[in-house]
Each structure stands twice: as structure tokens, then as C-alpha cells.
């Protein structure tokens, strides 16, 4: 099967044929650009009409079904509109900055997809450290939504420009804490070796990856956490908290640099969820033995709309946390438990030198046991989050 | 529950000089009014909140009443010299009754679930001196109630806090509920 | 915040030399502000430093309207009150009128308006959580929920009096027509149907953690402060005040029914206002149970009752009832002729308003939003 | 354990999202222009002038008495008094509108007029789309009759018990007319 599994890679490299040999890398390199942005242009397309089918069923209703077959020209419809919109600048704002600010949040994020092994040798660079340059690119968007909001002249998307700053840094700590441990098992920086070491399978059926060890899991739910935050999804979406802000920095934005902001947003989730895919559900690794004749890049594919899918559940579900609270959330339960993650992962990686029996068990529970009771405790300090159940009587 | 004849004197009692008559209200909801001179007004309400046997902590509902003036005629008997005899006669007499604004405060008590007090409270005339004290010091309750009044028939509370129109918008001249109210502008739209 | 260039025009700059406070004007235009009501915020920071309510943008005068038409003209009026709950205003205007005139109202008219006021608490209560949590953000789940509910009971209404929020459907003396075939059926399904409902709902809410931060101890509202700005409803019971008027009055028939009142445990916060409502709820399925139980046969209107030329004795009369809101209170003055003299509504509403800003001041925006959700206004009554 | 509500609040929406693809219970929409829900058979919109027999202007059953004018609370009614009388149903002589006009956009369709009309000649139609392109909203005599058999269609009880008691009143007038010329004939 492995025909089917490196199709992309021989295609590619058939069409790169085409191209004098002097310009191949560089022809190779724009259809692999041309590849992703098409991918991924499609990706943001079913995303917004599958998250409103979805927030539709659970709310008992249908949700977009009269544009197309089960309302699957939506995206097409609402691109359309965008475009026809009419882009309205306020007088007083800073015209410079505010036709800047979607460009500076969506060009990085394309580029974050360059370092993600979307299969067997399928990322678009070898790169060794591929997930710094990942965390590099992803903190560019703090500085898109500070310039949308300043600029807009607009009390609201300045408040909500503000509270997107602070949300976004206090995140970011969480996020890349969450991820060392995962480096730390693999012993190297650059992704698909990464994905390498989650090969294999324990005790014959249990895949090697990360999310099945205790700090895996652990590390998995944080890295889960800080993307929603850093994606500003509910329930962490207090940027554009509409019940407050109205829109927060998307205000006095319309038209296409709105689709724009969009677009910067789905794409920075879909990088976001391909690195947790990457880091902790072993990539394109098949879950099973006997299940590893599918292409890679399906494996990739399914465990990456599992997890959007958990995204689109949350929003339907949870309400929003309140700024306060949502960095002391940040400071006082996840980077807390993030460090304690990492003390845990550090310990099993050296614990594999023990020769006694029935040492994997003993190192899992400790593991697990130390987490366990980290995550209560630290969620019994936290005045705030850890609400008191109430007794309600009667009158007489 | 205790009747009005109770409040009074216990009101007497309480503050001595204080001139408090009874309205009676005929219709089968049997619920009197007390009719207050506004000069001790707020002293009168603050001992009705605070008297451990009354109580009344809850103002419910303030409703501003235009009384215009009335012309009643009346038969009244009258001695007049008829042929030469002195006898009772009927005469119709005009009299004007002087118009007037009225706050009307329904009170209650939480604490003690007692019934309806009503309190009147009466202006001088409908256009000169409006002034009424304003209970909200008293009962915040009374707050926008009272604007509303103000903004809907004219009384000037004094006292009250933030006194100015609630509903009508600031620079509207008249006021929409007096019974002499004439919309300016478009009447209706008849078919 | 940076001093913005000097040729702009300064945003909102507020009189506070000393401080840079930013005055923020949320309504009449703004999503959560349940209608047309605006609040002038000045902020400090995300605090509330002042906070004044606007109203007036849905006055329509309709004290004057009902001055003018006759005591039966003034009943589809009232619909539009406070419009999600328009059978409860029928029933206190009614009740005032009967109360005004005198006139007796048979047991099985007592029955229907005990059946259709308490449906409408239902409803009431479960639309007010579901906009409560819509301004907490969460995207309209527990709204769809309340609104799925609130449709079977509109179509209940639709049924019996012909409109599903206008319903028109009370008289002086009795309500317009009996109950069609069947209603009583359905009304006993629709009512056993709630309790699942009322589970999920709990299971989706009242657990959530970031619901319970959001709302536990924001916006307290002290009973001494409560009584005294006539805050009443479930506003003042979740504050620990035992008044209800249901069991003060004892207007209508409630005192054949046994039900209990809920008190808020923690001094009033948000979190005891939406957890008294939903107690309430179960309260009125309870009443509900017992009346679809054990309604009587007989005349829905009482023969006497005049529906045309209605002329009560001079006099005034006051009638309040337990609206899902608060107390609903008409003051009619009558002086003898076809239309009442004067006309007074006490709003539930505008009064509950009172105490906004003692509860929103040093709170974050984003709570004044879930504070004023908490009071659950609608602007029909407020400005009636 | 910090995040249990929220898990079970996820597990609530997650069961209402498999729910949806097989419990009616769960699915609640109707998409309203190709399904439609089945109208209630005491639902009101717009009044409509009801007539007897085939000619809707001759058969109007409204006699000008002008009571529903003067009940209306948004006083959208005007009518104005034919001045020939033509005979009733019971055949006492009445008069006829000769011009019966409702404002339909001030109507609030409350159906104060037709508790009132002690002639049962005014009832609540239950049409519902009244959206139009022209503004002529003010409904003429004309554009309001409606035959006696479309109200039985509507409101099936309700016209069932009007028509009774008008059957059983000529009933008792024909009776009434049998037996009185034997008074007269002394």
C-alpha cells in the first residue's frame, strides 16, 4: 500500500520533472505551496459550514441547508458576500494600520503550516527544529489583533484588543510548556522525528503514543486548553466576546478584511490542532497493527477533524470565562501543572533504565498518581474556579 | 392588620400635630386612603418604616392623579321669599372645586405581610406651586417612580435625588397624562 | 490609555481630570440589553465606575390609551406589556377590575388562570436562563433548549385562546372560552415533559464551573437594599426575603395548592437569582400537576358578568399579582363611567432597575451585562 | 474535581447531537416553506364579514349596528349605514353597511369585535400570510366577505354552534309566525 500512501510525494515529484533541473526545487516547492494553500483554502470552507451544521445539531436545529446540497455551497455564498460588502473605514481611524492588520494575522499562519508532517516524509521542509520556528510564527498574531484594535478608533475594539493581548501572551506559557514533553520523549526538536518515536506498538496492540502515557495525557488536555485560548474560541473567546464588545477588534471591520480575520483565525486552530495531532496522537501513525494498509496522510487527517470537532463541541457548550479569571487560570492552574508535567516526564524518560519487573506499571501509576493529585490540589486552591455547591431551602 | 383609625393614632401619638383625614373609597375593594399634609410628610413616612408595630418597609407602587377643577352643581336648600311666603326651595349652585395633583403611595410590609396603606399626598393648584416632598429618601422604591411622575403630570419632588424626565425625552415641553393634554402635531391617524 | 493625537476628537472624555475613565454608552443599539434600554457605563479600567440606566426608546403611552378605551378595550393592551407573559398581565388587570367592580369569578375560571399563569412562569423562567447564558457567551445552547419548551406551551395557548403571545384571553368575571377538547390532555403531557427538560438544563448548567465562576458573588444584592428599593420576584427571594405574593395575597385559589418557595442561600448573587428561577420551576410544574388534576366542570364565565358597557361605582381599587417578574400591580381609579379615570401599572421591571448600578459598581463590564440578565427586564413594561 | 460540570455539560450536548439524527424529540425544526405546521383551529389573524347564500354583498349577515366601532380598542373600524332596509334571516327588516372598512394595519386582530357582534356577522380568519406587494391595506366590504361555508371550514366547532342556534332562532321565528295569524283572525 505504500503506492497510495506516498501518492502527494510522487506526483509531486512528477510534476517537478516538468521543470529544468536548475528550477526544480524551487517549481517543487511553489506546487507544494500551491498544494497547502488549495488544502487548506478548502479546509477553512467546510470548517465554518460544518461548525454551524454542528452548533445547529446540537441546538436541535438543522443549521445552513438551503445553499446546495446540505447547504454545502454556504462558504461560497458567504465568501460572495464578503466580497460584494462594502469595506467601510472609519474616518478617524489609522489607515494604514487598519488595512495591515488582517494581512499580519494571516500570512504567518500560512507559514506555520510548513513544518507539520501531514504524512510519511510529507511536511514541506525537513526542518530540525521545526517546532520552534512552529511556536515563532504562531506568536506573530498577538501584534495583528493590537493593531486592528488600536487603529479602529473604537472604545470597544480597543478594550477588546487589550483583553486579546493579555490572553494571548499568558497562553503562549502554558502552550509551549505543554509541548517540551513530548520533545523530551523524542529527544529532538524537528517534528517528523517526533512522529518517528511514537512508532511501534506496546504489549502488541497499545500504540507508543505520547497521549497514552500518564504525562502524555496530561499534557495532551494543557496543550488542548492553551490552543483554545490561543485560537480565541470559546470559552475563551473574549477578544470578540460579542454579548460585551459587540465584535471586540473585528468592530469596525467589513466586508473582505473581515473574511480576512476569519481566515487568519481558522487557520491558526487548524495549525494549532495539527501540532497537538503531531505531539500526542503520533501523527500519521495507524492506531493498530492490522489497520496500517491506510494511507498515512488519512490517519493524519481523521485524528485532525476529531479534534476540530472537539473544538466546534466546546463552543456549543461552555460559556465564557471572565479576563480575571481566565489569567488566573492561565497563571495559577496551568502553568503550575504544566511544570509539574514536565518533572513527571523528565522522571519517566530516565525511569526506562529500570531492569526490575513489572517496572512499566509501577512507573505508570506513579506518574499517574502524581498528577492526579497535582491537578485536584491545584484545583482546590483556586478560590475562584473551585465553586461551592449550594443547599437551597424553602420558606416555611 | 391594623385600620386606619389605629395608624392615625398611633401616628398622633407619635408625632404630635400631625393632621392626618381619612378618604374614604366606596368600591367593594374597601381600601381607604390616608390623605397626608405634604409639610410633615416624610417625618409621618419615616415613623410609618420604622414603628415596630407598623413597619411598612415596602413602598409597592406611587401613581401621580390629575383632579382638574370641577364645576359640581349641586341643589342646595335654599330660604327664599316665594309669593310672599318664606319656604324651602331647591336652587342649582355652581361651584368650582379647585383643581389639584395627587401622589398616590401604596405601602406594604414584608416584614409583618400586612395589607395595603395608601398615602395622598396633594398639591396646592395644577399650575403655580407643584411641589411635593419626595418620599425616596424614604423608600428607594420610589425612584423612578417618582420621575415618572414628574415626567408624565409635572409634580416637582423635592429632595428626590435625580429628578428629571424618565420617559418622554429631556427637552419635551408638556406633560403627556394631565387630563388638559392636547398631542401636538398629527392627531391620530383615522382610516 | 495613550492620549489619542491632538486633532482627533477625544472619545467620551468624561469630567474626572484625575482619572482616565473611558464612558461607554451600551444600548439602545447593543446585543444584551434584552430590548431597547441603554446604560451609560464610565469605566475605569474594565470597572464600573457609573453606571445610569436610559429608558423611554418603547414608551407608548399606554396608560393614556387605556384612559380613553373602555375596561374591556384596555385587556389586548395589556398583551403587549410585558410581552413574553401575557396572560399574567391579563390576569392582574382582570383581577383588579373584579376587585374594582365587585364581581365573583366561578372555580373553574380560577383553575384555567392558575394552569395558564403558571405555564407562563414556566417559560418566563427557562427564557430568562437561556438569555442569561447567551450574554454569558454561550452561543444560544441553553436558549434553543428554553425556546424548544417555550414553543409546546405557546401552542398550548394558541390552541385555547387563539394567539401564541397575544392571547387575549381573560375576562372581568372568567376567561373568554373553555378549554377545546383534548387541551387538558396535552396540558398534563406538555407539563410531565418539562421535567426531563428542567434535568438537562441542570445537567448543562447549573454544574458548569465557568457558569458558577462567572456568576457566584458577582452583583450581591443585600436584603435590606431589596426590600427597600422594592425589589420583589425572584430577585428579592433569591436575597433571602421569604415574599411571595402568592402566599401573602392569596390571590385567585393558590391557597388549595401546596407548593414551596425557594430562598437564595449565599445573600443574592447571580448565581442565586438563576438558581431560585429554576427552582421556581419545578415549584410550578407542582402547582400545575395538582390543577390540571383536580379542575372542575362548569361555567368558565360568570353569567352576570357584563362584557360591554362596564360601570363601576366610583372608587379605586389595587390588585397585584406574583408576575414571573415580580409584583404586577394595576391601581384603577374608577369615577362611574364607561372608561377608568386613571390607570396605573406598577412595572416590575422599571422598579427591579432600581438597583442596577448598586449592584454593577467595581464589577467588570462583562459582568453589568450578566447582572442586568439576572434582573430579567423586559422593555415593554419598563416603558410601557 | 475541577471541570466535572463541564464535562457533563459536554456530555448533554454531545447526546442532543446524536439525539438529532433520530429523535423527532430532539430535531424540532419545521422548514417552514416545504413543511408547514397543521393551523390551529382557534388561531386569529385578520377579521372577515361572514355571508349567507351565494351573492356575498346581498348575503351579509353584518346589520350596521355599530357596536364593533365602538368596541374596537384601536378603533380600525368604520362603517357607515345603507339607508334602504332589507329583510334578515328572521325576516325582521335591517339595515345594511354600505360601506365596511377595517385598516388592517392597525388592526391588532384581538377579536374584541367579534365577542361583541351579537349578529355573528364578524369572526377571525386564520390566513396567516398577508404579506403583499401593494399598501392597500384598508379591507373593503368586498375584499372582507367571506361565505358562511369557508367560516365552517375554519373554526368547524365554533360555526357549528353558531349555526345551531341560528337554525333553532328561525326555527322558533317560523314557529312563531305559524301560530300568529290565528291571534289575528278573531
Not at chain 1, 44 to 52: C, D, M
Not at chain 1, 165 to 182: G, K, R
Not at chain 3, 32 to 53: C, I, Q
Not at chain 4, 84 to 100: E, R, S, T, W
Request: proline share 7%; charged share 20%; aromatic share 10%.
Amino acid at each position: 500500500m505504500n503506492a497510495l500512501d506516498q501518492i502527494f510525494v510522487s506526483t509531486l515529484h512528477r510534476l517537478a520533472g516538468f521543470a529544468p533541473a536548475s528550477a526544480r526545487p524551487l517549481v517543487s516547492m511553489l506546487l507544494i505551496i500551491a498544494g497547502l494553500m488549495a488544502l487548506f483554502g478548502t479546509c477553512f470552507a467546510l470548517a465554518t459550514i460544518l461548525e454551524r451544521k454542528t452548533l445547529g445539531r446540537m441546538q436541535n436545529r438543522y443549521g445552513p441547508n438551503r445553499v446546495g446540497p446540505f447547504g454545502l455551497f454556504q462558504p461560497i455564498a458567504d465568501g460572495v458576500k464578503m466580497l460584494i460588502k462594502e469595506d467601510i473605514v472609519p474616518f478617524s481611524a489609522d489607515q494604514a494600520l487598519h488595512f495591515l492588520a488582517p494581512l499580519v494575522l494571516t500570512v504567518p499562519v500560512w507559514l506555520a503550516f510548513a513544518v507539520l508532517p501531514f504524512g510519511r516524509n510529507m511536511s514541506a521542509i525537513e526542518l530540525d527544529s521545526g517546532i520552534l520556528f512552529f511556536f515563532a510564527i504562531g506568536s506573530a498574531s498577538e501584534l495583528a489583533v493590537f493593531m486592528a484594535g488600536w487603529s479602529s478608533q473604537n472604545k470597544y475594539s480597543l478594550l477588546g484588543a487589550m483583553r486579546a493581548i493579555a490572553q494571548m501572551i499568558s497562553y503562549e506559557v502554558p502552550l509551549v510548556l505543554a509541548s517540551v514533553p513530548a520533545l523530551i520523549a523524542a529527544g529532538s526538536l524537528s517534528l517528523p522525528a517526533i512522529v518517528q518515536a511514537q512508532s511501534g506498538f506496546a504489549l502488541g496492540w497499545v500504540p507508543r503514543w505520547n497521549v497514552f502515557t500518564p504525562w502524555g495525557l496530561a499534557g495532551f488536555a494543557l496543550f488542548l486548553i492553551a490552543a483554545t485560548a490561543e485560537s480565541n474560541r470559546c470559552p475563551f473567546d473574549l477578544p470578540e466576546g460579542e454579548s460585551e464588545l459587540i465584535a471586540g477588534y473585528l468592530t469596525e471591520y467589513s466586508g473582505f478584511k473581515y473574511a480576512l480575520f476569519f481566515l487568519g483565525e481558522y487557520l491558526g486552530l487548524f495549525a494549532v490542532t495539527g501540532l497537538a495531532v503531531t505531539l500526542f496522537l503520533g501523527g500519521w501513525q495507524a492506531p493498530a497493527p492490522w489497520l496500517q494498509w491506510l494511507p498515512t496522510w488519512g490517519w493524519f487527517a481523521l485524528k485532525f477533524s476529531a479534534l476540530i470537532f472537539l473544538f466546534i463541541w466546546a463552543r456549543a457548550t461552555l460559556p465564557r470565562l471572565r479576563l480575571d479569571q481566565l489569567l488566573h487560570f492561565a497563571w495559577k492552574f496551568l502553568v503550575p501543572l504544566a511544570l509539574i508535567n514536565l518533572v513527571v516526564a523528565v522522571a519517566w524518560c530516565k525511569s526506562g533504565l529500570w531492569q526490575f519487573p513489572a517496572a512499566l506499571e509501577i512507573r505508570w501509576l506513579l506518574g499517574a498518581g502524581v498528577l492526579a493529585a497535582s491537578y485536584v490540589g491545584l484545583g482546590r486552591s483556586w478560590k475562584g474556579g473551585y465553586p461551592e455547591r449550594r443547599q437551597y431551602n424553602y420558606a416555611q | 392588620m391594623h385600620t386606619l383609625e389605629e395608624i392615625i393614632a398611633r401616628v398622633a401619638a407619635a408625632l404630635p400635630g400631625a393632621r392626618l383625614e381619612i378618604v374614604p373609597n366606596n368600591s367593594p375593594a374597601r381600601q381607604p386612603s390616608l390623605l397626608l399634609e405634604p409639610g410633615r410628610a416624610v417625618e409621618i413616612a419615616t415613623f410609618l418604616r420604622d414603628d415596630p408595630q407598623l413597619r411598612f418597609d415596602y413602598a409597592s407602587n406611587v401613581t401621580g392623579v390629575d383632579w382638574p377643577e370641577k364645576t359640581v352643581r349641586e341643589k342646595v336648600k335654599v330660604k327664599k321669599i316665594v309669593g310672599g311666603m318664606e319656604q324651602e326651595a331647591e336652587e342649582l349652585v355652581e361651584r368650582k372645586t379647585p383643581g389639584f395633583l395627587e401622589a398616590v403611595y401604596h405601602l406594604y410590609s414584608m416584614a409583618l405581610g400586612q395589607g395595603p396603606l395608601i398615602l395622598r399626598l396633594r398639591t396646592a393648584d395644577r399650575s403655580g406651586q407643584v411641589a411635593l416632598p419626595s418620599l425616596t429618601p424614604v423608600w428607594r422604591s420610589c425612584e423612578f417612580q417618582e420621575r415618572e411622575i414628574f415626567d408624565l403630570f409635572g409634580v416637582q419632588f423635592q429632595g428626590h435625588p435625580d429628578l428629571r424626565r424618565i420617559l418622554m425625552w429631556d427637552n419635551f415641553a408638556d406633560h403627556p397624562m394631565r387630563k388638559d393634554y392636547a398631542p401636538a402635531g398629527d392627531q391620530e391617524a383615522q382610516p | 490609555m495613550i492620549a489619542p493625537p491632538a486633532e482627533l476628537p477625544a472619545p467620551g472624555r468624561v469630567g474626572w481630570a484625575d482619572h482616565d475613565l473611558l464612558e461607554v454608552a451600551m444600548g439602545p443599539h447593543h446585543p444584551s440589553t434584552h430590548g431597547v434600554f441603554r446604560m451609560n457605563v464610565v469605566l475605569d479600567g474594565e470597572s464600573v465606575a457609573k453606571l445610569t440606566p436610559i429608558f423611554g426608546f418603547l414608551h407608548r403611552n399606554h396608560e393614556k390609551i387605556a384612559e380613553r378605551n373602555s375596561y374591556l378595550a384596555a385587556i389586548p393592551y395589556t398583551d403587549r406589556l410585558d410581552y413574553i407573559c401575557s396572560m399574567t398581565n391579563n390576569w392582574a388587570y382582570v383581577l383588579t377590575v373584579e376587585k374594582l367592580a365587585g364581581l365573583p369569578v366561578p372555580d373553574r375560571a380560577e383553575y384555567i388562570r392558575v394552569i395558564v399563569g403558571e405555564f407562563t412562569r414556566l417559560f418566563n423562567h427557562a427564557c430568562m436562563a437561556g438569555f442569561l447564558l447567551q450574554d454569558m457567551g454561550a452561543l444560544g445552547t441553553p436558549l434553543m433548549y428554553a425556546f424548544r419548551e417555550r414553543e409546546k406551551i405557546l401552542d398550548l395557548f394558541e390552541a385555547l385562546s387563539g394567539s401564541r403571545m397575544m392571547c387575549n384571553y381573560l375576562r372581568f368575571g372568567g376567561v373568554r372560552c373553555d378549554l377545546p377538547g383534548g387541551w387538558r390532555e396535552q396540558a398534563a403531557g406538555v407539563a410531565a415533559a418539562f421535567h426531563p427538560f428542567l434535568d438537562q438544563f441542570e445537567a448543562l448548567l447549573s454544574e458548569n464551573e465557568i457558569l458558577r465562576a462567572r456568576t457566584q458573588g458577582v452583583g450581591v444584592l443585600p436584603p435590606a437594599l431589596a426590600v427597600n428599593a422594592g425589589v420583589t420576584g425572584p430577585g428579592l427571594r433569591a436575597s433571602g426575603v421569604n415574599y411571595d405574593i402568592r402566599k401573602v395575597d392569596q390571590y385567585g385559589i393558590y391557597n388549595r395548592f401546596k407548593f414551596r418557595v425557594p430562598l437564595g442561600a449565599r445573600g443574592g448573587d447571580v448565581f442565586d437569582r438563576y438558581m431560585v428561577r429554576i427552582l421556581e420551576m419545578r415549584e410550578s410544574l407542582a402547582i400545575l400537576e395538582q390543577a390540571l388534576r383536580d379542575i372542575p366542570e362548569g361555567v368558565f364565565l360568570d353569567p352576570k358578568a357584563k362584557l360591554r358597557n362596564l360601570r363601576p361605582k366610583a372608587g379605586e381599587a389595587y390588585g397585584r399579582i406574583e408576575a414571573p417578574k415580580g409584583e404586577l400591580g394595576f391601581y384603577l381609579i374608577s369615577d362611574g363611567g364607561p372608561a377608568p379615570y386613571r390607570y396605573r401599572i406598577r412595572p416590575p421591571s422599571l422598579v427591579n432597575l432600581t438597583v442596577l448600578e448598586d449592584m454593577c459598581l467595581g464589577h467588570a463590564i462583562a459582568d453589568v451585562v450578566i447582572i442586568l440578565g439576572s434582573i430579567d427586564i423586559v422593555l415593554g413594561e419598563v416603558d410601557r | 474535581m475541577l471541570g466535572r460540570g463541564i464535562l457533563r455539560g459536554l456530555i448533554e450536548t454531545g447526546r442532543n447531537f446524536c439525539g438529532s439524527y433520530y429523535d423527532p424529540a430532539r430535531l424540532t425544526t419545521v422548514q417552514y416553506p416545504e413543511e408547514k405546521l397543521p393551523p390551529q383551529e382557534n388561531a386569529r389573524t385578520l377579521p372577515f364579514l361572514v355571508y349567507d347564500g351565494q351573492d356575498p354583498l346581498a348575503g351579509l349577515r353584518c346589520t350596521a349596528c355599530t357596536i364593533c366601532e365602538q368596541e374596537c380598542p384601536a378603533h380600525c373600524i368604520r362603517i357607515v349605514k345603507d339607508t334602504v332596509k332589507k329583510p334578515d334571516y328572521l325576516g325582521k327588516m335591517q339595515f345594511h353597511p354600505k360601506v365596511f372598512d377595517i385598516d388592517a394595519m392597525v388592526c391588532m386582530s384581538c377579536g374584541v369585535c367579534v365577542e361583541v357582534c351579537p349578529f355573528d356577522s364578524i369572526k377571525m380568519d386564520r390566513v396567516f400570510e398577508l404579506a403583499q406587494d401593494r399598501r392597500a391595506l384598508v379591507l373593503h366590504k368586498m375584499n372582507l366577505a367571506k361565505s358562511n361555508q369557508y367560516y365552517r371550514e375554519i373554526h368547524p366547532t365554533e360555526a357549528a354552534a353558531v349555526d345551531a342556534a341560528r337554525d333553532e332562532e328561525q326555527r322558533k321565528a317560523r314557529a312563531k309566525k305559524a301560530a300568529a295569524p290565528a291571534i289575528l283572525t278573531p
